[in-house]
């Protein structure tokens, strides 16, 4: 489908689009933005709903689309932040392991150098606040529960679906970093009981590092810093308490999915239908 509907609202082929490169990415961003965003409605957003739509009468309780505990938002929101300095410190790590791949990664450095507010406002919008609400319907709202079904064990359901999260983020160095994060939204979702809580963590994930390098461009301290092959060592051993801090909060102030959360209808619902039969 995007073969056919890019050249005619970009202007450019699909091809050239995914292809773009360090000398036309300025001139590319925003047809790339507009694919990535087709891409994630139409891939994960789209047949999310309709599983849900399909599976169950209300869409917003198989996705367990509720009003999150605030507090429960900020834990979640400080643990990946937390941990953030810590993935990078892997990716760098897998770099040094096995250089001289081309990596996704590489394209996704390219498409945050901005420098115009435009720019990071359409950023957020297609690489935060999408892939935030869309990948976790997808893959937390959807497959994790999927695969809990069949497997009946939360650990290994989320180390499954957080495998096929890191694939679906093309990035060879970056892919044990995004398979630790995707396990942890895992739990965010299980121990708050509402999927917005990941959603919203995810997104300003995503938005930070954007931002952090939109301010780059203008602040030395900061440019320096992102030029840097690591991060101060206070930095990443600050950021590791923090996320040790907001997950054993999390985790106490829990409000854990019932033992039956993966079945499509609670015992309840069942008796309710078979009584209407």
Known sequence: ILN?????????????????????????????????????VGVFLIPSFLFAYW???????????????????LLAVCMLL???PLFLEIGV???KLIPGIADGADQVELLIKISKPTELVV???????????CEELFFRGVLLRFAHQRTNKLMLSAIITS?????????IYNAPSITIAGILLCYIYYWSGSMITGMIAHTVYNA???????????????????????????????????????????????NTLS???????????MQEQNENL
Do not use: C
């Open 4 to 40: 056919l509907i890019m050249p005619a609202m970009t202007g450019y082929s699909l091809r050239a689009i995914q292809g773009f490169t360090k000398e036309n990415v300025d001139d590319l961003r925003l047809p790339i933005m507009l694919a990535q965003l087709i891409t994630a």
């Open 208 to 254: 930070v590092q954007i931002y952090f390098s939109y301010l780059a461009t203008t602040n030395p301290n900061l440019k320096a810093m992102s030029a840097s092959e690591h991060l101060p060592w206070y930095i990443v051993v600050a950021g590791t308490v923090i996320f040790i801090f907001s997950a054993y909060t999390l985790w106490k102030t829990r």
């Open 163 to 171: 495998i096929l999260f890191a694939a679906a983020h093309n990035s």
């Open 259 to 269: 033992s039956n959360w993966s079945a499509n209808f609670t015992p309840e619902e």
């Open 82 to 84: 937390g941990a953030l």
């Open 123 to 133: 950023l957020t919008l297609v690489m935060a606040i999408s892939p935030g609400v």
């Open 93 to 95: 790590f897998f770099k």
């Open 55 to 73: 599976s169950h009468p209300s869409v917003k309780k198989y996705l367990r689309l509720y009003t999150p505990k605030p507090l429960h938002v």
